[in-house]
């Protein structure tokens, strides 16, 4: 991607928000544009972002997937994995299997895939909710499905790793 003149280059350890997402709105607009898994009701959003163990981890809503990203840090790097590698981490609600993206103009991450493709969402506010949901669930040790089914936040509830994984594709 080649960044427009006046666009700011997020410097290592600034919050990567706003390069994800014009990063991938660009993917969207170009390499995306045509793939028929695209839900028009969603854009890209980067989703409560935060600092974790010196590193970035929220939640990327894109038109054709919920991704999980973790980014290095201002002095907490990441090792770029293979194709056919993957990484775990370690949460408090459990640990998560995360595959290497390597994109020019962000470096080295490390995604996790929650939703794909995001066709049952109606509207950009759900898939943005589930995301918060994902982040509030994240950093809980423990929260049974139960409490989403019955419309209740899963921010204060404990859920097995499987539970947190399978929670989006449920009600």
């Not at 991704?67 to 459990?94: C, Q």
Request: glycine content about 6%.
């Amino acid at each position: 991607m080649n960044l427009a003149q006046g666009d700011e280059v997020i410097v290592k350890g600034d919050n990567p928000a706003q390069l994800l997402e014009r990063v991938f709105a660009h993917i969207a607009r170009t390499r995306m544009a045509d793939v028929p898994i695209l839900n028009p009701a969603l854009h890209v959003e980067a989703v409560d972002f935060c600092e974790w163990q010196g590193r970035w981890i929220g939640v990327l809503v894109t038109p054709w997937t919920l991704n999980l990203v973790l980014l290095p840090g201002a002095d907490t790097p990441l090792i770029p994995l293979a194709l056919d590698e993957k990484a775990s981490w370690n949460f408090p609600s459990g640990a998560y299997e995360f595959m290497g993206l390597n994109e020019s103009a962000i470096g080295t991450c490390h995604t996790c895939s929650l939703i794909s493709p995001v066709t049952q969402f109606e509207t950009h506010e759900q898939a943005v909710a589930v995301a918060q949901e994902v982040m509030a669930a994240l950093f809980v040790a423990g929260a049974s499905e139960d409490a989403r089914l019955n419309g209740e936040s899963m921010a204060s509830r404990t859920m097995s790793r499987r539970d947190f994984l399978r929670m989006s594709f449920r009600g």
